[in-house]
């Protein structure tokens, strides 16, 4: 990574925007006059780079200890003779058959204890020797193939980490964590577990086993720590990938690809190992059960998630769709010029790159029908190509973004420990948990305000936030409460609303009234219930006169899902419910605490009363709002000397903003004042600071 004028540019080979996508040419090496047409294609779409190699160990290794590289070597070149740069991954994602066959221990053991038979991907023993054995040798074999061309900017470590193991090697591996987690101390272990209940006391980390399906599912504190462990694991297999590839080429940085809020791995502990984040975005867009705008709203918050895992450089969009996935409920085509929205909200958001999952449609297989670059078809001459080449033009001219950054003066908490004992908790309604979605679209909210947001976890500094929302912050880890309150002291602002501050670390409730560990004086509250509401109760809120907007007072807001009976002891009352036993109780309360505020919403508030209540916040935090029409979003993302408004219209009409001054880099246009911006249209306006 090198640092220019002030900006983070992740790869000093590429001019500005990396543009590119999954390439497998493994699968058409007897189609020499294919391969040719690619390197044609991929200029006509203006790509820069390929991802190479994801999935091609048995290409490379058909036969224990036979190897073939030439084909790589020689596409390697070709793709680098026309200036497109790889990114060359490790081929671990998938084992060839002859592994599996010699080397039973490499698959992975389910949650029944039962072996996966051969096949598919991502399945690998995380602690097997064995494994890493053979990912050792292929991968040196690789570097010594190709690991030095200068046409390889990046590793991509594997592809898409996730999944658990059972087997007995995890299984003892799982005991030494705990033992070590524990110092060695059983009583230590049943007390934070509770494990007097219904009689689960363990006599020693042996006795332990992994939550099985058919087994031990009733101790939260070991469900909790079984997916803590996961990690873990995960992230020493990582480790073990990335020792070995800076071994061989100390200076190249590694990524590995994310999937959103992917619950199965606290990607943050993956992330500290990691020399940029990257992540593959699919989300369902023009569903029927919410609006365009909506999705793109939530996939500009997985974004935020991404970036806020390194605020100090851009990410990657590792893979996104060109047109469909068929892996979708329903595999819906993006509508036209949509593509070229969806990459550029990407930019918008802080990544420096638009790739693609993937380069052709592969001929057979599970993924035949899956969108790419280059249909079936084989030709550049279809509504997706030329989306795609048209973006390659555009990126061009964006040329000057990367290495830019989005800075964000307001941040939310979501974190995986949270998201987990949130899902394994027995009360509430499963179905309405909805941790992610809640967060995500609280973040909808705030993007409407026209204000930026990172999403930071619980342990991540909160010095230079000017406010903080945390939704749902279930489980505090040690010293968060007291970081919480010196950051409201100090002048911020604080929001968190109902289940706060349930649980500790280990999932142990706190005792003497929620939300725990000193938040209760804090927010001047405590919830002495919670009602879990149907889908067709009702409740609401009545906010007190002025706390809103002037023009609103008295406005009553919705309930759903969520209501905490709370006793205020010193705090002031902003809003009472409108209904039930409880009608006429505080909801929403305030209390200022040094030089700052702490809010606390006890119910699940319409987004309009979110947004009416983030309002106040900002403007008593000084933070910028940007008045937008329905459905457009605004993020900016600022070098040295240079800011750039990125607008996005996410509906399918005309719409116009006023007060904009600066040139449109995607039309050349000088502005001073109205934006004028057609459906699903966009605008990239460049101002010096
Ligand atoms: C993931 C994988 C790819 C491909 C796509 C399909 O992101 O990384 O290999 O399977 O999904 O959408
Ligand atoms: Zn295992």
New binding site residues.
Partial sequence: MEKEKGKKILFPQIKGILHGG?YNPEQWLDRPDILEEDIRLMKKAGMNSASLG?FSWSAYEPREGEYHFQWLTDCIDRLYENGIYTVLATPSGAKPAWLDENYLEALRVDSYGVRYHHGARHNHCMSSPVYRDKVRNIVTRLHEAVGEHPGVILWHIS??FGGECYCPLCVKRFQDYLAEKFDGDIDKLNHAWWTPFWSHQYNGFDQIEPPYQNGEFSIMGLKLEWRRFTTWSMTDYMKFEINLLKELTPDRPVTT?F?QLYEGLDYREMAKHLDVISW?S?PCLHNDYESFASTMAHNAFHHAVMRGMKRDKPFMLM?S?PGL?N?HQYNKLKRPGVHRLFSLQALACGSDTVQY?QWRKSRGSY?QY?GAVVDHLGTGDTRIFREVAGLGEELKRLESVAGSLVQAQTAMIVDWDVMWALGDMRGLCDETKRYADTCAAIYETMLRLGVDVDVISQMDDFTGYRVLVAPMLYLLKPGVAQRLRAFVEKGGELLATYLTGYVDENTLCYLGGFPGDGLSSLFGVVSEEIDTLYPTDQNGVCFAEGVLQESDSLREEQVRDYAERLRVSDADILGRYTSDFYAGEPAVTERVQGEGHACYVGCRLSMTGMRALFARMFKRAGIHMRQLPEGVECHVRAGEDRQYEFYLNMTDRETALSDVQGENLLTGEMLQGTLNLEPYGAAVIVSKL
């Fill in positions: 999954d994801i592809n898409e690809n999937m593959d699919y893979e769709a996935v892996w999952f993924e899956h």
